[in-house]
Each structure stands twice: as C-alpha cells, then as structure tokens.
T-cell receptor
C-alpha cells in the first residue's frame, strides 16, 4: 500500500466551477499535511498546509483534514485557467520525511 | 534572491557514465534534500542532510551517493548511471521539519540511454 494516495485524475472542470481533490494516507502518526501545485516542467510550490482536523481556507483554496479517516482534501473554488496544474498531496510523519502522492492533474476549461 | 539553484537543468548520459548534480541554497537552511520524480510516482526521497556534516538515506538511495560540501551545497552523484535512473531530480532545502518553509530547486531532467 502506498503511503499517500491521490485520485489519479486527470480532472477537468469548467472555469468558475469547484475542483475537488482527494488524498488518503496510511501512517496514523502523521502530523502535518500539505498541498503543492506543480506547473508542467516546473518545481513544486506550497499552496496550503493543515495540521488539525477541520477546514482551512486561504483565498479560493480550502484544505480539509480528517485524521480519524486519514483523509485530506483540497477544494479550489471559482477555478481559473491558471489553476491548471498537477496538485501533489504531501504528508509529514517525522522531521525529515515528506511523503508525496503521485499527483492529480487538473485542467480548467475556459 | 536565487533560493535553491540546481545545475545542470538537462543532461543525457550513456549507461555506465558518472555525473554529479549540484545544488546550492542561499537561505542559510540547515537541511537539504534530494528527490526524484517519475511519472505516476510522485516525489521520492533519495538522500537528505539534516545539517552540515551529516547525510542519511531516504526511500530510494541505491545507485546514488551524496556529499554535503558545506552549509550551502549538497551534491548528488551517480557513479554508474542506469536507464532506471532516468528521472527529474529536485533538490530542496528547509529548516529540519519546517516544511512550510521548504523551497525546491528548478529540477534536473536526466536521461540515461
């Protein structure tokens, strides 16, 4: 079983819609959870971090965490063409190890 | 304001050749990391250096060696390249455990033929 699993996609949404990305993790002691955005041919950039159960909102992005279900999600509201990218879920269970999912590619149709 | 700089950006090697990927950061971070990214696999940790003078294996260290030359520089060496090492390599730096402040380099696209 992979440590971090994401819905493989690709995910295509119309401009203005909500894109919903899901991630599950296997290590129950994980403490920190991150979403990275990666444009094609570029390096990952951090867009959200979440540490406690519930929702965390930052602009058009909302991260949701449910530790009991070992589940993290990212919602992108009012999706824009500039949101077209691969989104990587990452989970940190100790100081050095950040485990990544395979990523979900999102395409926003104008 | 360079952040994390990797060289080279692209490289083609023949099987059995050796090469060193260079990484330098100017943010005074103690910890540096090397990842590889393959299609459908996400990023996987090869080696990391928690602080100057220390290095440790990550998930996929076989076929690689590293050197933490000083606080700024962390190099990754392929002694005898294999086609399975065709990948995109990313260097990253942070303070240990502070992943909200981690920065990634631009990546090195390596092809082994």
């Amino acid at each position: 079983q992979k440590e971090v699993e994401q819905n493989s996609g690709p995910l295509s949404v119309p401009e203005g819609a909500i894109a919903s990305l899901n991630c599950t993790y296997s290590d129950r002691v994980s403490q920190s959870f991150f979403w990275y955005r990666q444009y094609s041919g570029k390096s990952p950039e951090l867009i959200m971090s979440i540490y406690s159960n519930g929702d965390k909102e930052d602009g058009r992005f909302t991260a949701q965490l449910n530790k009991a279900s070992q589940y993290v999600s990212l919602l992108i509201r009012d999706s824009q063409p500039s949101d077209s990218a691969t989104y990587l879920c990452a989970v940190n269970s100790n100081d050095y190890k950040l485990s990544f999912g395979a990523g979900t590619t999102v395409t926003v149709r104008a | 304001n360079a952040g994390v700089t990797q060289t080279p950006k692209f490289q083609v090697l023949k099987t059995g050749q050796s090469m060193t990927l260079q990484c330098a950061q100017d943010m005074n971070h103690n910890s540096m990391y090397w990842y590889r990214q393959d299609p459908g696999m996400g990023l996987r940790l090869i080696y990391y250096s928690a602080s100057e003078g220390t290095t440790d294996k990550g998930e996929v260290p076989n076929g690689y060696n590293v050197s933490r030359l000083n606080k700024r520089e962390f190099s990754l060496r392929l002694e005898s390249a294999a086609p399975s090492q065709t990948s995109v390599y990313f260097c990253a730096s942070s303070e240990l455990g502070r992943w909200t402040e981690a920065f990634f380099g631009q990546g090195t696209r390596l092809t082994v033929v």
